[in-house]
Structure formats: structure tokens, C-alpha cells
């Protein structure tokens, strides 16, 4: 059976696929590998999440990516419980919540957040439907 998780130390000694340096992706993994006392080494410098997935069906290296990518058929991928956590944003215009497709795209990313993360964004709803836009 496959484990479900792995843990940073898991990673020691992997030839690792990364994206080029000073790419925010490539700084909270070098940063997280780094504090945990990780050893490891570049597979390949690999730009964009398509090659990077190719590069890792191809076996040149392991690859760590967001848990919302889809592994290609035949991969696997196993959640690192102890690497750091990345915060993301949605940005969109004041009035995009009219438009049906973002307030859907909106209640989609909620329902998979954290409880906590759920909360925050409904009260910074709450309080940019009460700002004003600046005028220009």
C-alpha cells in the first residue's frame, strides 16, 4: 500500500524538480527543506507546472506541487504534512460578484477551505461591501 503522507524528512536525499530560483514556490520549499535539515539535490530546473508534471511522469525527478494538481495518469501523490503553508488570494473588481461565474468560482474555493480561513473570508467580504471604490 502507498503511504498517504510524507513527512519533509521523507525527502531526504531526493533528486527534487523545481522551478527556476527566486520563484516564490522554489523559496517556501528550499526554505521548508532547508529548516527541516533536508538534503537534497536538482533533478531539473523545470518552468511551468505542465513541464514540471512531465518531467515527473518521465522519472527524472520528484516533483512538489500544489494540492489541487492532478497528478497524470499513472502518478500518485502524497500530502507533506509538515511543509509550510501557502495563503492565496482571489482578487477580483468590486463588482465582479454580480457576475453568476465568479460567485460560484468564489462558494467553489470556500467550500474547500479550513473552517477558520472560511471565516476570515466572509468577514473581508463583509467589509468590501461596505467600501466605496476610490474615485479616479
Do not use: Y
Amino acid at each position: 500500500a502507498r503511504k498517504r503522507s510524507l513527512r519533509l524528512r521523507d525527502l531526504d536525499g531526493a533528486e527534487l524538480i523545481v522551478p527556476p530560483p527566486n520563484r516564490p514556490h522554489r523559496t517556501n520549499l528550499e526554505q521548508s527543506l532547508t529548516a527541516a535539515g533536508i538534503d537534497w539535490t536538482i533533478a531539473v530546473e523545470s518552468e511551468g507546472l505542465p513541464m514540471t508534471l512531465e518531467f515527473a511522469a518521465l522519472g527524472v525527478g520528484l516533483a512538489v506541487v500544489a494540492g489541487c494538481v492532478r497528478p497524470a495518469e499513472g502518478m500518485v501523490t502524497c500530502r507533506i504534512t509538515d511543509l509550510r503553508p501557502v495563503t492565496f488570494h482571489a482578487i477580483h473588481r468590486p463588482k465582479a460578484l454580480a457576475d453568476p461565474r465568479v460567485a460560484e468560482l468564489l462558494t467553489r474555493i470556500r467550500a474547500g477551505l479550513p473552517t477558520a480561513a472560511k471565516r476570515a473570508a466572509a468577514r473581508q467580504d463583509a467589509a468590501s461591501t461596505h467600501r466605496r471604490p476610490a474615485s479616479a
